[in-house]
DNA sequence: AAAACTACCAACCGCGCGTGT
DNA sequence: GACACGCGCGGTTGGTAGTTT
């Protein structure tokens, strides 16, 4: 037996665009007797409108603490980084952006976001490069298959071209790189993955616990290819391009597994608030700060300059260039020549991979 | 000026979940 | 446990406004 309809579709209730009479009436109904029993309101309200489209209305545009216009930049960062864990829980992204409806980001995001990812070759699910725009087939076959001399040697070839003159997006090549890793740590992350969610989606949505414990892990594994080792964070393989990740926090902290939505394998926000883990906390501990160069491309040069002038702001989720602390060599990159300086400084690693973008890889349309 | 195209967004639809009986 | 119901979520559609050709 199936759900019966919420409404009958013949028994002449009105749909499509609301008239400002009915609005009036909807308004005026649940002032006076709020809201509750959808299905019964519209009779009662004296609407020809399924409960269904009354909820709608009014969640989505009548309800008075809407915000209306355009999304300010620190939204437009929520939700981006929200997403990156989340995935279209609009819901969720909603609850954490007061005044915006999970319908209004869902199409924000569809029109505006998802473009300009997808225009940096960025895919808007996996928040990872678009693999498919640039020839890494090779590369890719190597670091799964093994790599041979020849291979690597060629790899190698390419970033050095690419340190003299940029050619092609410095993340995507950083993602090559990352994928350059040795076979041990190969091993290593196939056992972690062995533990992971099936849903390649999902695995994009691993709570920081995974990292913290895989962190552990990697750090005990020295590279047996000196000249690259892996910048990609393992629990977020597919977000390590875009925000340096500085672990800060006790692993410990992130083992218990109902930090889950139980429903969507997702981490839960609500239990991680509950158990100290709100973002404002997780800002704290865990800093996805994304790097400059990613939002160059994401904004274009208005958006650092934006991002200076957030600095000191007290936001509930980090801003991109708001921390002043060194980036972790746990989720940076070392590509340089096979000489002691493999070994200097964090920091010194950091500049190698900090490419400036270079303009003609920037689509014009990201800097609107 | 008009047609074609694009962007935006309100609204619809189907499905799944939680709850009560 | 099975079923009915109410609700909310996420994907999709269709209308409209704006822009380009």
């Known amino acids: 037996m199936g759900r019966t309809p919420c409404c009958d579709k013949n028994n002449g209730l009105k749909k499509g665009p609301w008239t400002t009479e009915e609005d009036e009436k909807l308004i005026h109904y649940i002032q006076k007797h709020g809201y509750g029993n959808w299905r019964t309101l519209p009779k009662n309200a004296g609407l020809q409108r399924c409960g269904k489209s009354c909820r709608l209305r009014w969640t989505n545009y009548l309800r008075p603490d809407i915000k209306r216009g355009r999304f300010s930049f620190e939204e437009e960062e929520t939700i981006i980084q929200l997403h990156s864990v989340l995935g279209n829980k609009w819901s969720t992204i909603a609850s954490r952006l007061p005044g915006r409806t999970d319908n209004e980001i869902k199409n ?40 041979s001399s020849s291979q690597i040697n060629n790899f190698q070839t390419l970033l ?55 962190q552990d892990q990697i750090q005990q594994v020295p590279s047996t290819n000196s000249n690259v080792c892996t910048s990609v964070s393992p629990s977020f393989p597919n977000h390590s391009h875009l925000f340096e990740t500085n672990v800060n926090t006790n692993p410990s902290n992130f083992t218990d597994q109902s930090c889950y939505n139980n429903q969507h394998s997702v981490p839960d926000i609500d239990w991680l608030e509950n158990n100290g883990f709100g973002l404002s906390t997780f800002k704290e501990d865990i800093d996805y700060t994304p790097q400059l160069s990613n939002y160059n491309q994401y904004y274009g040069s208005d958006y650092n300059q934006n991002l200076m002038t957030h600095q000191t702001s007290n936001q509930i989720l980090s801003t991109p260039s708001s921390s002043p602390t060194p980036m972790n060599s746990n989720s940076t990159c070392i590509i340089g020549s096979n000489t002691e300086d493999e070994k200097e400084s964090y920091d010194s690693c950091n500049n190698r991979m900090k490419f400036e973008i270079p303009l003609h890889i920037l689509d014009s349309n990201d800097f609107m």
């Open 108 to 147: 924000y995001w569809n029109t505006n976001i998802r473009k300009r990812l997808l225009r940096m070759g960025i895919d808007p699910v996996t928040h990872s490069p678009r693999l498919d725009l640039l020839d890494l087939s090779s590369i890719l076959c190597s670091s799964l298959y093994g790599s």
């Open 160 to 214: 050095s071209m690419q340190q003299q003159q940029p050619l092609i997006n410095p993340e995507l090549l950083k993602l090559a790189s990352s994928l350059f890793t040795t076979s041990s740590q190969q091993q290593q992350q196939q056992d972690y993955s062995n533990n992971q969610p099936c849903n390649p989606q999902i695995q994009n949505q691993v709570p920081p616990s995974h990292f913290v414990q895989f």
